[in-house]
């Protein structure tokens, strides 16, 4: 987590210094609300758009420095659809990728790879509650390697890859909303499924798990309960935070063992042109790895609203 904040502070200082040295930082975040006009349409879509690029040139600096890339994009959509007889369906889409490259490396390497879709079709019971049935699947684009040296000279392993681990969650329960920014979904009956390739497990020692998948297998599934909501609110002007989690617990394995994922997004508008914003997510989950997995981003520039 440090090394993004150290990063983001020299891009900012560096800028005003004229000793052969250069740095360009660029960020353009498209934040639409768009709602079809038509009487008729009961269509709503809305959402956020990110492309940020940072890159830092030095030459003789006799403080140090290393000359690095990095682009970010960052999707986050939602198409909402309010039907006849109190049905309700919401989709989010989210995708988030990025690479960096530092002078030296041999290979570019991921900065963010994320891509997830949610869905929930609810039927009301009242103003706020419905009957719900969710489905939630999660992945990555590009492939995932591990880095090392070997003779001298910089080396990549592939560990992961699209589809592998793929992870679908879906369950039946109540679903509460509160219009578009506030919602919860509560499932006591829900399914999680653990995909990988058989690439990845045939080779594997006994008793060695991928993403929580034994030897030769491709999938691991289980039955549980899960809690699942997004809340947005205003810190104070101009200073918005999305909060997103998700809470499952397994019936069947290690049943004390509780995962969850928090994803907070705060933005800071400093005027029409000018925005920032900070992504911290957390995620624990005893079957892909048993440690607290922590990513963040930051990005600082201009802003463009459409």
Do not use: C
């Amino acid at each position: 987590m440090r090394p993004f904040f150290y990063l983001s502070t020299v891009f900012l200082f560096v800028n005003v210094l004229n000793a052969q040295q250069s740095q360009t930082t660029v960020s353009i975040s498209n934040d639409s609300l768009n709602t079809l006009t038509e009487e008729k349409s009961k269509f709503k879509f809305f959402g956020l758009t990110q492309i940020t690029f940072n890159q830092a040139y030095f030459e003789n600096w006799v403080s140090g420095g290393e000359n690095s890339m990095t682009g970010l994009l960052r999707i986050d959509y939602n198409i909402n659809y309010l039907g006849e007889k109190n049905w309700l369906w919401d989709n989010n889409l989210i995708l988030s990728i990025g690479t960096t490259y530092l002078s030296g490396n041999a290979f570019f390497k991921k900065a963010d790879d994320r891509i997830e879709i949610n869905s929930v079709l609810s039927k009301k019971v009242n103003t706020y509650w419905n009957y719900s049935a969710y489905f939630n699947f999660k992945t990555q684009l590009l492939s995932g390697y591990r880095y090392f040296k070997k003779d001298g000279e910089d080396q990549k392993e592939e560990i992961s890859r699209i589809l592998s681990p793929a992870i679908i969650q879906l369950g039946l329960g109540w679903y509460y909303k509160e219009g578009d920014l506030t919602w919860f979904n509560i499932a006591p009956l829900a399914a999680r499924g653990i995909f990988v390739s058989q690439h990845y497990t045939q080779n594997l020692s006994p008793g060695k798990k991928y993403f929580g998948v034994g030897r030769g297998a491709t999938s691991i599934v289980s039955i549980g309960a899960s809690l699942s909501g997004y809340i947005r609110s205003n810190l104070m002007e101009n200073i918005t935070i999305d909060n997103k989690f998700n809470v499952y617990v397994n019936y069947i394995n290690k049943i004390e063992n509780i995962d969850f994922e928090w994803n907070a997004n705060i933005r800071l508008k400093v005027n029409d042109k000018i925005s920032s914003n900070l992504i911290v997510h957390l995620q624990y989950d005893d079957d892909l790895i048993k440690r607290l997995q922590i990513r963040e981003l930051f990005g600082l520039g201009l802003s463009i609203d459409i």
